[in-house]
């Protein structure tokens, strides 16, 4: 057994049941777990394997929960002719470039894109891998995550329904069903860890109406309740065209269609959700159907703005995604939140629509609502270990001492100083100490110019 003790902390946002924000703060942590937590005159003296003395100049909160993320993405960022595209023109431009992604490939981007989240406060992930050309497995993204160190749910994704078929991706990038089924109930029982403080949990993920068949959808959901803690995940009612498209194909809306095959309940969260009817906003409410709320994406690709704020006063539970990398595209979910806290006073054009400590709650305890977890959002006693600090003395908190908590939100704040996940520290003062980040671009950015230039 190990303990830390983080003491001196200027101000501590716990996420507690009373939403605590505590002055000269300190907590106590045995291993992965949080002891104890308190100003540090109320707490009793104790000594502990390791102290942080964090000198009276951080503001520390929960880890952010990202719930949204394509990593292999980040090898093609920015590509020119899809700088300008909306959604289906996007995915069919950069489809022929993804069909040259191997293992390797898998393994540099996940770690790129982890190495992003992590430094902009990032614990928890959420990735969505649903294309498997040449040697590509969800394997290789696992293990490049757990040498990082950042808490993961893995999700098997899938495109079972090509071009010839009516989807929209090209034939070659599609599996066969029964496959994806088998490797699907291969990744849970190989690697799914539903245990409290659980690092790795496995997701089914079904990659969207538009690329797979509603029996992949049913049979999904159902090998996935099979396993306790297995979640749901897919793309859902992300612009005007994909709504068109399921009243087209199926003859429903998208809300309706995710009820037909199943896809609404605790267990399943949807991306997007832009163009999500008022009745079905409902229908996600009744069912605790959960929402990762990608802002960036959704105006980089100009899908719209989703309505967050009648969704979390309904209680849909939402959370947060930086969504892939190459519609961002960029991963730094500090910045997200910050994105997410000014558009939702766009779309309402109302001030009080969204404030800076509701978005904090929505990237913490959202996104850990949204995951199915109830060991990770908040600094308590008995949670994950998972936590960030940010140095009040840094350029952009200047003038903004007022209120700290608020001027994280506020001002750009976008990269931290400390992280720690499960207990272990993977941000010490602004640097990953999993990995050299200077080597791990240089080598993303070879394989990323490879990937690009082998394309015919
Ligand atoms: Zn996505």
């Not at 993961?152 to 029964?178: C, I, Y």
């Not at 309706?256 to 996600?284: P, R």
């Not at 959704?298 to 190459?326: E, T």
Request: charged content about 20%.
């Amino acid at each position: 057994m190990t303990t830390l003790l983080i003491k001196n902390i200027h101000t501590l946002v716990t996420m507690d049941a009373a939403r605590r924000e505590l002055r000269h703060a300190a907590i106590f942590i045995r291993d992965n777990v949080i002891e104890q937590v308190g100003t540090l005159e109320a707490m009793p003296p104790m000594a502990a394997d390791e102290v942080l003395d964090l000198g009276d100049r951080h503001i520390v909160l929960p880890g952010l929960v990202n719930t949204h993320h394509h990593f292999f993405q980040t090898l093609t960022r920015v590509i020119p002719a899809a700088q300008d595209c909306s959604l289906f023109n996007w995915l069919e431009t950069l489809y022929p470039l993804w069909s040259k992604l191997n293992a390797e490939s898998i393994h540099v981007s996940a770690q790129m894109a982890a190495a992003e989240l992590m430094l902009s406060g990032c614990t928890t992930a959420s990735d969505h891998l649903y294309l498997f050309p040449n040697d590509c497995t969800l394997d290789a993204e696992i293990a490049a995550i757990a040498e990082m160190g950042l808490r993961f749910h893995a999700s098997r994704g899938s495109m079972s329904v090509g071009v010839s078929k009516g989807g929209l991706p090209p034939d070659a990038l599609v599996e066969q069903e029964s496959d994806i089924l088998k490797d699907s109930q291969r990744l849970i029982e190989q690697y799914h860890d539903n245990a409290r403080h659980g690092m790795l949990r496995i997701t089914l993920a079904p990659c969207s109406p538009f690329s797979v068949s509603p029996d992949l959808l049913r049979e999904s959901a159902a090998m996935a309740r099979a396993y306790p803690g297995v979640r749901l995940h897919t793309h859902l009612a992300e612009n005007k065209a994909d709504v068109a498209y399921s009243l087209n194909k199926f003859g429903l809306i998208p809300g309706d269609f995710a009820e037909s095959v199943g896809w609404l309940g605790e267990d399943v969260w949807h991306a997007h959700c832009v163009q999500l009817s008022d009745d079905s906003i409902g229908k996600f409410a009744r069912t605790g159907t959960g929402v990762a709320h990608c802002p960036c994406s959704n105006m980089r690709l100009a899908s719209g703005i989703a309505p967050i704020r009648k969704m979390l006063d309904r209680g849909v539970p939402v959370g947060l995604g930086v969504d892939g990398s190459a519609s961002n595209d960029g991963s730094n979910l500090l910045q997200e939140a910050r994105m997410a806290f000014l558009l939702a006073r766009v779309r309402d054009c109302d001030a009080t629509a969204m404030t800076a400590r509701e978005i904090l709650e929505v990237a913490t305890l959202g996104g850990a609502r949204v995951l199915g977890r109830d060991d990770i959002g908040a600094i308590a006693p008995g949670m994950s270990a998972d936590f960030i600090a940010v140095d009040i003395d840094r350029h952009s908190f200047a003038g903004a001492h007022h209120d700290l908590v608020a001027a994280l939100v506020f001002c750009s704040i976008d990269s931290v100083d400390y992280s720690f996940v499960n207990g272990k520290k993977v941000v010490d003062r602004g640097q990953l100490t999993a990995v050299d980040l200077t080597a791990l671009v240089q080598k993303h950015n070879r394989i990323a110019r490879q990937l690009v230039n082998s394309q015919s």
